[in-house]
DNA sequence: ATACCGACCTGTCAGC
DNA sequence: TGCTGACAGGTCGGTA
Protein backbone atom coordinates (compact mmCIF):
# COMPACT_ATOMS: atom_id res chain seq x y z
CA UNK A 1 0.00 0.00 0.00
CA UNK A 2 2.07 2.83 1.21
CA UNK A 3 4.75 4.68 -0.34
CA UNK A 4 7.44 7.21 0.52
CA UNK A 5 5.16 9.81 1.69
CA UNK A 6 2.77 7.29 3.58
CA UNK A 7 5.71 5.41 5.00
CA UNK A 8 7.05 9.23 6.46
CA UNK A 9 3.94 9.84 7.38
CA UNK A 10 3.68 6.37 9.53
CA UNK A 11 6.75 6.03 10.92
CA UNK A 12 6.99 9.99 12.15
CA UNK A 13 3.72 9.14 13.86
CA UNK A 14 5.19 6.47 15.85
CA UNK A 15 8.29 8.07 16.32
CA UNK A 16 6.18 10.52 18.24
CA UNK A 17 3.99 8.16 20.07
CA UNK A 18 6.25 5.21 21.13
CA UNK A 19 10.30 6.44 20.96
CA UNK A 20 11.15 5.82 24.52
CA UNK A 21 8.77 2.97 25.77
CA UNK A 22 10.05 -0.26 26.37
CA UNK A 23 8.81 -3.31 24.51
CA UNK A 24 7.78 -5.99 27.14
CA UNK A 25 6.60 -9.36 25.88
CA UNK A 26 6.02 -9.82 22.03
CA UNK A 27 2.96 -12.36 20.41
CA UNK A 28 4.07 -13.54 17.26
CA UNK A 29 1.26 -14.95 14.59
CA UNK A 30 2.36 -18.61 13.48
CA UNK A 31 1.73 -17.39 9.75
CA UNK A 32 5.14 -17.34 7.83
CA UNK A 33 4.56 -15.18 5.43
CA UNK A 34 4.96 -11.40 7.02
CA UNK A 35 8.49 -12.90 8.50
CA UNK A 36 11.81 -12.46 7.37
CA UNK A 37 13.68 -13.26 10.63
CA UNK A 38 12.79 -16.40 12.46
CA UNK A 39 9.62 -15.97 15.15
CA UNK A 40 12.37 -16.74 17.88
CA UNK A 41 14.93 -13.58 16.58
CA UNK A 42 12.39 -11.19 16.21
CA UNK A 43 10.85 -11.73 19.65
CA UNK A 44 14.09 -12.29 21.30
CA UNK A 45 15.19 -9.16 19.67
CA UNK A 46 12.29 -7.22 20.29
CA UNK A 47 11.28 -8.28 24.41
CA UNK A 48 12.93 -6.08 26.79
CA UNK A 49 14.35 -3.62 24.06
CA UNK A 50 13.27 -0.18 24.23
CA UNK A 51 12.77 1.98 21.23
CA UNK A 52 15.14 4.79 20.91
CA UNK A 53 13.53 5.95 17.33
CA UNK A 54 11.77 5.27 14.53
CA UNK A 55 12.32 6.60 11.29
CA UNK A 56 12.03 5.88 7.21
CA UNK A 57 14.32 4.35 5.34
CA UNK A 58 12.80 3.94 1.64
CA UNK A 59 9.40 1.78 2.37
CA UNK A 60 10.70 0.38 5.61
CA UNK A 61 10.12 1.30 8.91
CA UNK A 62 13.27 1.25 10.96
CA UNK A 63 13.10 0.92 14.79
CA UNK A 64 16.40 1.55 16.37
CA UNK A 65 16.18 -0.83 19.64
CA UNK A 66 18.64 -0.03 22.38
CA UNK A 67 19.03 -3.45 24.17
CA UNK A 68 21.33 -2.25 26.57
CA UNK A 69 24.37 -4.13 26.01
CA UNK A 70 26.16 -4.88 22.72
CA UNK A 71 25.89 -3.51 19.57
CA UNK A 72 22.19 -1.91 18.62
CA UNK A 73 19.80 -4.23 16.56
CA UNK A 74 17.06 -2.55 14.50
CA UNK A 75 13.58 -4.11 13.69
CA UNK A 76 12.63 -3.39 10.32
CA UNK A 77 9.26 -3.73 8.99
CA UNK A 78 7.70 -3.26 4.85
CA UNK A 79 4.08 -2.92 5.12
CA UNK A 80 3.82 -4.02 1.28
CA UNK A 81 0.75 -3.13 0.10
CA UNK A 82 -2.05 -3.76 2.77
CA UNK A 83 0.16 -3.65 6.11
CA UNK A 84 -0.59 -1.10 9.15
CA UNK A 85 1.15 -0.53 11.74
CA UNK A 86 -1.30 0.53 15.45
CA UNK A 87 -1.01 1.75 18.79
CA UNK A 88 -3.69 1.01 20.79
CA UNK A 89 -4.83 0.16 24.02
CA UNK A 90 -5.01 -3.43 25.00
CA UNK A 91 -8.46 -3.31 25.39
CA UNK A 92 -9.31 -2.48 21.44
CA UNK A 93 -10.18 -5.45 19.63
CA UNK A 94 -7.43 -7.40 17.81
CA UNK A 95 -8.23 -6.93 13.98
CA UNK A 96 -8.33 -9.96 11.72
CA UNK A 97 -4.93 -10.75 10.08
CA UNK A 98 -3.08 -9.72 13.29
CA UNK A 99 0.45 -10.93 12.93
CA UNK A 100 2.59 -9.02 15.50
CA UNK A 101 1.68 -7.69 19.24
CA UNK A 102 4.24 -6.24 21.09
CA UNK A 103 2.94 -5.16 24.57
CA UNK A 104 4.79 -1.66 25.80
CA UNK A 105 5.80 -0.84 29.26
CA UNK A 106 3.46 2.49 29.13
CA UNK A 107 0.75 0.36 29.01
CA UNK A 108 -0.36 0.33 25.25
CA UNK A 109 0.10 -2.36 22.77
CA UNK A 110 2.08 -1.49 19.38
CA UNK A 111 0.44 -4.04 16.58
CA UNK A 112 1.52 -5.54 13.05
CA UNK A 113 -1.46 -6.17 10.75
CA UNK A 114 -1.33 -6.93 7.05
CA UNK A 115 -4.50 -8.46 5.29
CA UNK A 116 -2.61 -9.68 2.58
CA UNK A 117 0.57 -10.76 4.02
CA UNK A 118 3.33 -8.86 1.34
CA UNK A 119 4.24 -7.31 4.00
CA UNK A 120 7.88 -8.34 5.80
CA UNK A 121 9.17 -7.75 9.55
CA UNK A 122 13.12 -8.55 9.87
CA UNK A 123 15.29 -8.15 13.13
CA UNK A 124 19.44 -7.41 12.36
CA UNK A 125 22.51 -5.14 13.32
CA UNK A 126 22.03 -1.88 12.97
CA UNK A 127 22.80 0.03 9.93
CA UNK A 128 20.38 -0.62 7.65
CA UNK A 129 20.41 1.84 4.70
CA UNK A 130 18.03 0.26 1.94
CA UNK A 131 18.41 -0.98 -1.08
CA UNK A 132 19.11 1.90 -3.12
CA UNK A 133 19.42 5.52 -2.88
CA UNK A 134 17.23 7.95 -1.00
CA UNK A 135 14.82 10.25 -2.97
CA UNK A 136 14.86 13.61 -0.87
CA UNK A 137 18.64 13.31 -0.46
CA UNK A 138 20.05 12.42 -4.06
CA UNK A 139 21.04 14.88 -6.10
CA UNK A 140 19.98 15.90 -9.71
CA UNK A 141 23.80 14.48 -11.01
CA UNK A 142 23.13 11.45 -9.36
CA UNK A 143 19.74 11.23 -10.33
CA UNK A 144 20.76 11.12 -13.95
CA UNK A 145 23.43 8.80 -13.62
CA UNK A 146 21.11 6.15 -12.21
CA UNK A 147 18.87 6.64 -14.86
CA UNK A 148 21.57 6.44 -17.50
CA UNK A 149 22.48 3.04 -17.06
CA UNK A 150 19.10 1.98 -17.23
CA UNK A 151 17.40 0.79 -20.49
CA UNK A 152 14.07 -0.23 -18.67
CA UNK A 153 11.23 2.04 -19.61
CA UNK A 154 11.94 5.33 -17.30
CA UNK A 155 8.37 4.35 -14.76
CA UNK A 156 10.26 0.60 -14.37
CA UNK A 157 13.26 2.77 -13.51
CA UNK A 158 11.25 4.92 -10.90
CA UNK A 159 10.15 2.05 -9.29
CA UNK A 160 13.70 -0.54 -9.12
CA UNK A 161 14.45 0.10 -5.26
CA UNK A 162 18.07 -0.83 -6.32
CA UNK A 163 18.40 2.51 -8.04
CA UNK A 164 15.73 4.53 -5.84
CA UNK A 165 14.38 3.48 -3.00
CA UNK A 166 10.73 4.58 -1.66
CA UNK A 167 8.93 5.50 -4.95
CA UNK A 168 6.15 3.55 -5.71
CA UNK A 169 3.29 3.42 -8.17
CA UNK A 170 0.82 6.76 -7.04
CA UNK A 171 4.45 8.94 -7.41
CA UNK A 172 6.30 7.48 -10.37
CA UNK A 173 2.91 8.22 -12.28
CA UNK A 174 3.05 11.96 -10.92
CA UNK A 175 6.66 12.51 -10.60
CA UNK A 176 6.10 11.36 -14.80
CA UNK A 177 3.08 13.71 -15.39
CA UNK A 178 4.90 16.87 -13.44
CA UNK A 179 8.05 16.44 -15.61
CA UNK A 180 5.80 15.69 -18.97
CA UNK A 181 7.28 12.19 -19.48
CA UNK A 182 5.70 9.15 -21.31
CA UNK A 183 6.07 6.04 -19.12
CA UNK A 184 7.41 3.08 -21.78
CA UNK A 185 10.11 5.91 -22.81
CA UNK A 186 13.81 4.22 -22.18
CA UNK A 187 15.53 5.42 -18.89
CA UNK A 188 18.35 6.24 -20.97
CA UNK A 189 16.98 8.05 -23.50
CA UNK A 190 15.87 10.80 -21.11
CA UNK A 191 17.50 14.23 -22.31
CA UNK A 192 19.25 16.06 -19.62
CA UNK A 193 16.89 19.10 -19.26
CA UNK A 194 14.05 15.75 -18.87
CA UNK A 195 16.20 14.53 -16.19
CA UNK A 196 16.43 17.57 -14.07
CA UNK A 197 12.68 17.62 -14.38
CA UNK A 198 12.03 13.82 -13.12
CA UNK A 199 14.11 14.78 -10.25
CA UNK A 200 12.55 18.20 -9.74
CA UNK A 201 9.06 17.24 -10.35
CA UNK A 202 9.38 13.62 -7.87
CA UNK A 203 11.30 16.03 -4.81
CA UNK A 204 8.17 17.82 -5.70
CA UNK A 205 5.55 15.55 -5.73
CA UNK A 206 6.77 13.69 -2.61
CA UNK A 207 7.21 16.75 -0.37
CA UNK A 208 3.93 17.71 -1.22
CA UNK A 209 2.79 14.44 -0.57
CA UNK A 210 4.56 14.70 2.69
CA UNK A 211 3.10 17.85 3.99
CA UNK A 212 -0.35 16.59 3.04
CA UNK A 213 -0.15 13.28 5.12
CA UNK A 214 0.07 10.88 2.38
CA UNK A 215 -2.47 9.55 -0.03
CA UNK A 216 -5.45 7.85 1.15
CA UNK A 217 -6.50 5.57 -1.69
CA UNK A 218 -8.69 3.15 -0.12
CA UNK A 219 -7.75 2.33 3.53
CA UNK A 220 -4.24 3.54 4.55
CA UNK A 221 -4.38 5.87 7.79
CA UNK A 222 -1.16 6.87 9.36
CA UNK A 223 -0.21 5.74 13.30
CA UNK A 224 -2.78 7.77 14.45
CA UNK A 225 -5.66 6.48 12.39
CA UNK A 226 -5.78 9.13 10.34
CA UNK A 227 -5.77 9.64 6.58
CA UNK A 228 -3.61 11.19 4.33
CA UNK A 229 -5.19 14.08 1.77
CA UNK A 230 -2.47 14.10 -1.47
CA UNK A 231 -5.08 12.17 -3.30
CA UNK A 232 -6.91 15.56 -3.68
CA UNK A 233 -4.21 16.40 -5.28
CA UNK A 234 -3.78 13.89 -7.93
CA UNK A 235 -3.17 14.42 -11.75
CA UNK A 236 -2.54 11.46 -13.08
CA UNK A 237 -2.53 8.20 -10.86
CA UNK A 238 -6.38 6.90 -10.97
CA UNK A 239 -7.25 9.76 -13.49
CA UNK A 240 -8.47 7.38 -16.30
CA UNK A 241 -10.49 9.37 -18.53
CA UNK A 242 -10.63 12.47 -16.79
CA UNK A 243 -9.54 15.60 -18.37
CA UNK A 244 -5.63 16.46 -17.89
CA UNK A 245 -5.48 19.07 -15.68
CA UNK A 246 -3.42 21.40 -17.77
CA UNK A 247 -4.55 20.55 -21.44
CA UNK A 248 -7.99 18.59 -21.05
CA UNK A 249 -6.99 15.82 -22.98
CA UNK A 250 -8.50 12.53 -21.04
CA UNK A 251 -5.50 11.08 -19.24
CA UNK A 252 -4.74 7.15 -20.26
CA UNK A 253 -4.14 4.06 -18.68
CA UNK A 254 -1.80 1.45 -19.88
CA UNK A 255 0.51 -1.12 -18.43
CA UNK A 256 3.77 -0.55 -18.09
CA UNK A 257 5.87 -3.37 -16.21
CA UNK A 258 2.79 -4.85 -14.96
CA UNK A 259 1.37 -1.87 -13.05
CA UNK A 260 -1.22 -0.25 -14.01
CA UNK A 261 0.06 3.22 -15.06
CA UNK A 262 -1.85 6.58 -15.96
CA UNK A 263 -0.35 9.91 -18.31
CA UNK A 264 -1.07 13.06 -20.29
CA UNK A 265 -0.91 11.24 -24.23
CA UNK A 266 -0.48 15.12 -25.04
CA UNK A 267 1.31 16.81 -22.23
CA UNK A 268 4.01 13.65 -21.88
CA UNK A 269 6.44 12.94 -24.89
C1' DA B 1 21.94 -7.66 -18.04
C1' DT B 2 17.13 -6.87 -18.98
C1' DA B 3 12.18 -7.28 -19.18
C1' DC B 4 8.16 -9.52 -18.87
C1' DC B 5 5.01 -12.51 -16.12
C1' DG B 6 3.24 -15.19 -12.63
C1' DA B 7 3.25 -15.97 -7.81
C1' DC B 8 2.48 -14.54 -3.33
C1' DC B 9 -2.40 -13.22 -0.38
C1' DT B 10 -7.02 -11.17 0.78
C1' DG B 11 -10.62 -7.94 -0.02
C1' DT B 12 -13.55 -5.27 -2.90
C1' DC B 13 -16.16 -4.09 -6.68
C1' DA B 14 -18.23 -4.42 -11.37
C1' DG B 15 -20.74 -7.25 -14.26
C1' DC B 16 -23.62 -10.95 -15.28
C1' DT C 1 -28.58 -12.36 -4.14
C1' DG C 2 -24.59 -14.75 -5.51
C1' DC C 3 -20.89 -16.10 -8.33
C1' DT C 4 -16.68 -14.92 -11.18
C1' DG C 5 -13.05 -12.34 -12.60
C1' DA C 6 -10.28 -8.33 -12.53
C1' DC C 7 -7.79 -5.38 -9.87
C1' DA C 8 -5.18 -3.20 -5.87
C1' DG C 9 -0.33 1.44 -3.03
C1' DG C 10 4.86 -4.23 -3.45
C1' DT C 11 8.47 -7.50 -4.32
C1' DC C 12 10.59 -11.81 -5.81
C1' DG C 13 12.04 -15.51 -8.78
C1' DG C 14 11.87 -17.80 -13.14
C1' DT C 15 12.26 -17.52 -18.00
C1' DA C 16 13.21 -15.74 -22.59
Same mark, same amino acid.
Given at each position: ????????????????????DRIESV???????????????????LEGA????????????????? /?? !?????????? &??????? %??? @?????????????ARLASG?E????????????????????????????????????????????????????????????????????????? /?? !?????????? &??????? %??? @?????????????????????????????????????????????????????????????????
Amino acid at each position: MPELPEVETIANGLNRRVAGDRIESVWVSDKPEPLKSPAADISATLEGAQVERVQRVGKHIVFDLA /PG !RGPGRQWIVH &LGMTGKL %LVT @VPETETEKHTHLVARLASGRELRFVDPRRFGRLEVRQSGFSGPGAEPLKIGVQEFARLFHGSKAPVKAALLNQKLLHGVGNIYADEALFRARVR /PR !RRANSLSQAE &LRKLHAG %LLR @VLKAAIAAGGSSVSDYVDADGEEGFFQIQHRAYGREGKPCVTCKTPIKKIVVAGRGTHYCPKCQK
